[in-house]
C-alpha cells in the first residue's frame, strides 16, 4: 500500500509564516516525486485527526515551540505515527538554549559565557539587580529568549542602559532569558544529514549580527559555499559539530550555528533540529554544492524516517 504523508506545517508559534514557506516547498517536491503527500496545519485541525485520516508518516516542517521542543513528538510517539528529525528528549532540549549549552559545555565543547535569567527573578529582585548581575560579562552582550528560533527576540546591547529594555523584550517570547557574552567575528552555519556533516556557509550581514532581518528580509545577506574556510578549519568545524550533534542525542536533519572569533577561535551558538526547507533555506543550499538537490534532499530525510522504522 503506498504510504500517506502528512506534512505538518503551520502551528501557533511566532515562526509560523516560516513554517508554511518550509511547509509548502516540502509538499510540492514529494508530490513531484510521486508521493502521496497532503498539507496539515496543526493550528486548524486537531493533531489526532492523523490516525482517523490513515497517515502513515509525518513530515515535520513546523518550526518553534510546538514543533520542535519536543510536543509534537510525543503525541506523535502516541499515535504510534513514525516522524521526521529528532525525537522527543533531543527536540526538548535543543530548543531551550541554556540545557544545550550545559550539555555542550559538560562534554568541554566551546560556548560563550551566559548569565541564566528566569521571569521569577523579576518579581523577586529589580532591575538594578538583574543589570549588575549582567555586569559579570563584558559589553557588548546579547539578550536572547531562551527558547525562541529565527532570531525572534533578540536585541544587541552596547551599553548598561539598554538593557532593562532588552530584557523586557526577550521577555515578551519566553519565561527564560539568557544574557550572552557577544563576539564579533564571523558567522558559519552547518548542516547535518543523517550522518553526515554537509559543507559549512558563511553567512555574510550588514547587520551587526545574523538577526531576523537578515535572515527574512534583507537581500543584501550573501550564503557563501564553499565557505572560505582553510582544509584544517572546515575539519576542525566538522569534528566540533558532529560532537554537538551527538551530545544532544538528534536524529534526521539539522543546523548548527557557530562563529569565529578574531582570534581564530570556534564557538557553538545554537542548534536547529527543524531546520528551514525552502530553495533559498541553507540546507539545501549545502547539500546542493555536493549534488543533492533540493527533491533528493526531502526524499532523503523521509527514507530515513522510513528506514528507522521499517
Given at each position: ?18 513554517s508554511?514557506a ?38 515535520i516542517a513546523?518550526?518553534?515551540k ?7 513528538q ?39 559565557p ?27 552582550l ?50 547535518i ?22 535572515k ?9 559555499c ?13 569534528k566540533?559539530?558532529?560532537k ?67
Amino acid at each position: 500500500m503506498k504510504k500517506k504523508v502528512a506534512v505538518l506545517l503551520g502551528g501557533n508559534s511566532t515562526e509560523r509564516k516560516i513554517s508554511i514557506a518550509s511547509g509548502y516547498a516540502i509538499l510540492q517536491s514529494l508530490i513531484r516525486s510521486g508521493i502521496n503527500a497532503y498539507p496539515f496545519d496543526t493550528r486548524d485541525f486537531p493533531i489526532m485527526q492523523l490516525k482517523q485520516q490513515q497517515f502513515n508518516i509525518a513530515y515535520i516542517a513546523l518550526h518553534g515551540k510546538g514543533g520542535e521542543d519536543g510536543s509534537i513528538q510525543g503525541i506523535l510517539e502516541y499515535l504510534n505515527i513514525p516522524y521526521t528529525g529528532s525525537g522527543i528528549m533531543a527536540s526538548s532540549i535543543s530548543l531551550d538554549k541554556k540545557k544545550t549549552k550545559l550539555l555542550w559545555k559538560s562534554v568541554g565543547l566551546p560556548v560563550l559565557p551566559d548569565i541564566y535569567i528566569e521571569k521569577k527573578d523579576l518579581l523577586k529582585n529589580s532591575d538594578a539587580f538583574l543589570i549588575k548581575k549582567s555586569d559579570k560579562l563584558e559589553y557588548p552582550l546579547l539578550v536572547k529568549p531562551n527558547n525562541q528560533g529565527s532570531s525572534i527576540g533578540i536585541t544587541l546591547v552596547y551599553f548598561k542602559d539598554q538593557l532593562k529594555n532588552a530584557i523586557e523584550i526577550a521577555f515578551n517570547y519566553s519565561n527564560n532569558i539568557l544574557v550572552e557574552k557577544f563576539v564579533k567575528g564571523k558567522e558559519y552555519t552547518v548542516s547535518i544529514l543523517g550522518e553526515e556533516i554537509l559543507p559549512s556557509i558563511q553567512i555574510i550581514t550588514k547587520n551587526n549580527f545574523y538577526d531576523y532581518s537578515s535572515k527574512y528580509e534583507l537581500s543584501s545577506t550573501k550564503y557563501l559555499c564553499p565557505s572560505g574556510l582553510n582544509l584544517k578549519q572546515e575539519k576542525k568545524l566538522k569534528k566540533i559539530v558532529k560532537k554537538a550533534w551527538s551530545t544532544l542525542g538528534c536524529n534526521g536533519c539539522g543546523r548548527i550555528d557557530v562563529i569565529l572569533d578574531n582570534n581564530n577561535k570556534f564557538w557553538l551558538l545554537e542548534i536547529n533540529t527543524i531546520p528551514g526547507m525552502t530553495h533559498r533555506s541553507l540546507l539545501p543550499i549545502s547539500a546542493n554544492t555536493i549534488g543533492i538537490s533540493f527533491d533528493e534532499l526531502v526524499l532523503k530525510i523521509l527514507n530515513k524516517t522510513i528506514i528507522l522504522n521499517s
